[in-house]
């Protein structure tokens, strides 16, 4: 299948370990993250958000936190899974009209069973 | 689950030849994007469409790209000619005006363009 990403930084942990995945983010005017998912050959999907005003949201296995002051974000995944093996790619984007999201650059996660 | 459509999934062609990408987003969504994705980066927008108009449209190379949505739904990318450089995935998604959503782009699963 197709291979996302050659060059990426790679995490590698063991099933049922709780994973964190770092994102450097590039404009401190940004609204709006967002976590992606890629997995080989499909295109990314929609994991968890947060809004600038926030500094931390959790979802189901997934927590995100946000550092506004270093520019840093962090995707935290819980008792992690072999289904979880992917890229992720943090993104930012503005509360205007022009929401096109700007994507740093990813990671890849593998999960050892 | 409604999804983003995108073809054809692989496309190799020659330089200098055109190609031409389809996308059918969600049904309703008015907001469509094209993103290029160079092996081992992170995607990069191309163009934006709010319904048929284009909303953003800065990082598209318009001496060889074109793009239209002549009815405010699907969408067709053009590249001619193609260089060597253009190989990557190209990326459709799409997204709702919804309020409570409109944060959320669904992408398709992507056009993976290789050019020889």
């Known amino acids: 299948g197709e291979n996302v990403g050659l060059h990426l930084p790679t995490l590698s942990v063991q099933e049922g370990d709780n994973s964190i995945i770092n994102c450097a983010y590039s404009n401190s005017a940004s609204d709006y993250f967002i976590w992606y998912k890629q997995e080989s050959g499909k295109g990314p999907q929609f994991i968890i958000d947060i809004r600038s005003n926030m500094d931390k949201r959790q979802g189901q296995r997934v927590t995100v936190l946000l550092n506004k002051t270093v520019k840093h974000l962090s995707l935290q995944i819980a008792a992690t899974q072999p289904g979880d093996s992917a890229v992720y790619f943090c993104?930012?984007?503005?509360?205007?009209?022009?929401?096109?999201?700007?994507f740093g650059s990813g990671t890849r996660l593998q999960v050892q069973p | 689950e409604a999804e983003v459509a995108q073809s054809p999934r692989y496309k190799i062609t020659e330089k200098s030849q055109a190609v031409a990408f389809w996308c059918d987003p969600i049904s309703g969504h008015a907001t469509l994007y094209w993103y290029r994705q160079i092996l081992g980066q992170g995607p990069e927008l191309l163009v934006q469409f709010q319904d048929e108009s284009v909303v953003d449209d800065s990082q598209l190379p318009k001496d060889r790209f074109s793009a239209e949505r002549l009815k405010g739904v699907d969408s067709t990318l053009k590249i001619q000619p193609a260089e060597l450089g253009d190989s990557a995935m190209y990326l459709c998604?799409?997204?709702?005006?919804?309020?409570?959503?409109?944060?959320?782009?669904?992408f398709g699963p992507g056009t993976r363009l290789t050019v020889t």
């Open positions: 998604a799409s997204s709702s005006d919804d309020m409570t959503e409109k944060y959320e782009q669904y």
């Open positions: 993104a930012e984007t503005f509360d205007t009209g022009r929401r096109a999201l700007t």
